[in-house]
């Protein structure tokens, strides 16, 4: 059974999770709004809720553990996650190992200020896990700029795991002046 994960499934990403749903037999989708979810499993069946903020790591990881558990390790995770990094992809990245040897691949999701490089180097993902960063910009429209839809986000981490990059820019980041 083909199973991966998401989190911030149910909101930004959602577009994505729906998108995965249609390509793996299982997509956990991680979130903290009961609402949302209710949305996305709407509008697929092969979306599994995981209800947890996974600012309570012991939580986190007890249901990164019970939906390998129920569906098998993760082949694939798109993260996008506002702080802890580390210590987040750490609890998934040893619950993947637990159960498997078999390579996965993680497509981390960030925001336009980071420093992709340093965070590359800052990570410490298993040996298993093929690391891909997927960077959010922003957009010009006639001279104006905006931050990325929910859909362009979306689109662009599709776009990112379709191609296989190991690094993915959504929108652009230049100028810079020009950010939001």
């Not at 996008?80 to 580390?86: D, K, L, P």
């Not at 700029?145 to 652009?172: C, F, N, P």
Request: aromatic share 8%.
């Amino acid at each position: 059974m083909r199973h991966t994960l998401v989190i911030g499934g149910s909101g930004m990403l959602a577009k994505a999770s729906c998108w995965l749903a249609n390509h793996y037999d299982r997509v956990s989708v991680v979130g903290r709004s009961q609402h949302k979810f209710n949305r996305i499993t709407k509008r697929n069946n092969n979306i599994i809720p995981i209800l947890v903020d996974y600012y309570d790591q012991e939580q986190f990881r007890a249901q990164v553990r019970q939906s390998i558990a129920d569906y098998g390790p993760y082949e694939l995770v798109v993260a996008w996650i506002h702080s802890h990094e580390n210590q987040i992809i750490d609890i998934i990245s040893e619950e993947i190992d637990m159960g498997s040897n078999d390579p996965w691949c993680l497509y981390h999701v960030l925001g336009s200020s980071s420093s992709l490089d340093e965070i590359a180097r800052e990570m410490k993902v298993a040996k298993s896990c093929e690391y891909h960063q997927v960077q959010l910009g922003f957009i010009i429209d006639n001279d104006r700029s905006r931050w990325l839809t929910h859909e362009e986000i979306s689109d662009g981490v599709i776009h990112a795991i379709q191609s296989q990059a190991s690094k993915y820019l959504v929108g652009t980041l230049t100028p810079w002046s020009k950010r939001p």
